[in-house]
């Protein structure tokens, strides 16, 4: 019955977006005309190059609140602690190309992007096996990655404990008193949501990394009612969540 409810829910979703895309394709093509009238034309207006944008007239600009919001965090604090070069691992490239313009990154990714920007230097890596040696990396980052390892989304290989092992490697390569930036989603329940990405408990992200000092928790709630980010937020917050943005800043223990 679930099932059958949840079919239906989106059956209705579909159908009322159809009807939207009809109303907005008239008002769109009234528009059309209206500008092709104009008396003295500086562009060319054909209908052959009609690129219709039906569902942008919105109140207010959307955005995706994860990812505008993780990686302001992870840019604040890396404009606050100012490290000499910085280790990127699969993150936004928005936030590497940011970023670069005040901090020197060097990029991995399993798929290498050709960024082609000052400051930035993109490499192909592997989160199982970090082109590190141990403890030689002060200041890194890997930040809405880790839930989707070993899921099989992005062509890598399936394996239920690859995010404990890619923890693994970045725990292994970051220097005594170095900081990690790790951002994965968290709620109340740990769970798969195959084969998009896990979701943890704030619990399980803090037992991974042994031996690290937790120095901020923030959180990206649900709701924007309850606000955009939360710096220093609690483990209570985020397990009242479904699908929240865990922001974690580690320090490593010195020996």
């Known amino acids: 019955m679930r099932i059958t409810r949840t079919l239906i829910n989106k059956a209705g979703k579909r159908a009322q977006r159809r009807l939207y895309a009809i109303m907005f394709f008239f008002k769109a093509t009234?528009?059309?005309?209206?500008?092709?009238?104009?008396?003295?034309?500086?562009?060319?207006?054909?209908?052959?190059?009609l690129q219709l944008c039906l569902f942008d007239a919105t109140a207010s600009t959307t955005f995706d609140r994860h990812y505008v919001f993780h990686t302001a965090w992870a840019s604040r604090i890396l404009a606050e602690t100012r490290p000499e070069s910085h280790i990127d691992i699969s993150s936004s490239l928005y936030f590497v190309a940011n970023v670069s313009a005040f901090v020197p990154i060097e990029f991995y990714d399993y798929r290498p992007a050709k960024l082609g920007l000052s400051g930035v230097g993109s490499h192909q890596g592997d989160l199982?096996?970090?082109?590190?040696?141990?403890?030689?990396?002060?200041?890194?980052s890997c930040m809405h990655v880790v839930e989707h390892i070993g899921l099989g989304r992005y062509g890598d290989r399936l394996?239920?404990?690859?995010?404990?092992?890619?923890?693994?490697?970045?725990?292994?390569?970051?220097?005594?008193?170095?900081?990690?930036?790790?951002?994965?989603?968290?709620?109340?329940?740990?769970l798969i949501?195959?084969?998009?990405?896990?979701?943890?408990?704030?619990?399980?992200?803090?037992?991974?990394?042994?031996g690290f000092r937790l120095k901020e928790f923030a959180l990206i709630p649900d709701s924007e009612m309850e606000g955009g980010l939360i710096r220093y937020a609690s483990e209570a917050q985020a397990n009242s969540q479904q699908y929240g943005c865990g922001c974690f800043w580690f320090e490593k223990e010195t020996n």
């Open 128 to 140: 199982y096996a970090l082109p590190f040696s141990d403890a030689s990396v002060r200041s890194l």
């Open 30 to 49: 009234s528009h059309f005309f209206q500008l092709k009238s104009h008396s003295k034309p500086r562009f060319s207006l054909q209908l052959r190059d």
């Open 193 to 210: 949501k195959f084969n998009a990405h896990r979701i943890y408990t704030y619990r399980q992200v803090v037992s991974m990394f042994s």
């Open 159 to 190: 394996d239920y404990d690859g995010d404990i092992k890619a923890v693994s490697e970045i725990r292994r390569v970051v220097s005594s008193g170095g900081n990690v930036l790790f951002v994965v989603p968290v709620g109340g329940k740990p």
